[in-house]
């Protein structure tokens, strides 16, 4: 009965870390990936120093070599703000989007019909969603643009 109740506990914390995991991000996804195999190789490492076999340890712990040393080149490197990212990046003085903007967004002249404002924002939610690949931001820009021009 114990191992019914541990495989259903297991079975349960599986299905939640696959809803966690369909919901991540894919740069949280990466990271996710380094911390797991920097974590393996330390405990490899660990493994073999424990069991006498100290070279084949070294060599284990150098091959965790590039990834420590691209984290210590990525904290080095100083932080660019990318046009556009962020919060209140390309809007109006008042946070709100202007009617220009919301224009240029969805490639429309001033002047565009509801069923013009509609058809566009269709157009590029096909690619921008982020279920299909594209960026949470710019999904999010396409929508405010829709919103500010239908109303």
Known sequence: ?????????????????????????????????????????????????LTGRGGIAIAALTLLAPMVWSWVQEGKRPRVRRPGVGAGAGTARGGAMSREEAFAVLGLHPGASAEEIRAAHRRLMRSAHPDQGGSDWLATRINQARDVLLG
């Open 1 to 49: 009965m114990l191992f019914l109740l541990l495989g259903l506990a297991t079975f349960v914390v599986l299905l939640a870390a696959l809803g966690a995991f369909s919901r991540a991000q894919v740069a949280t996804l990466k990271q996710f990936g380094l911390w797991v195999v920097a974590i393996g190789g330390l405990l490899l490492a660990a493994m073999l120093f």
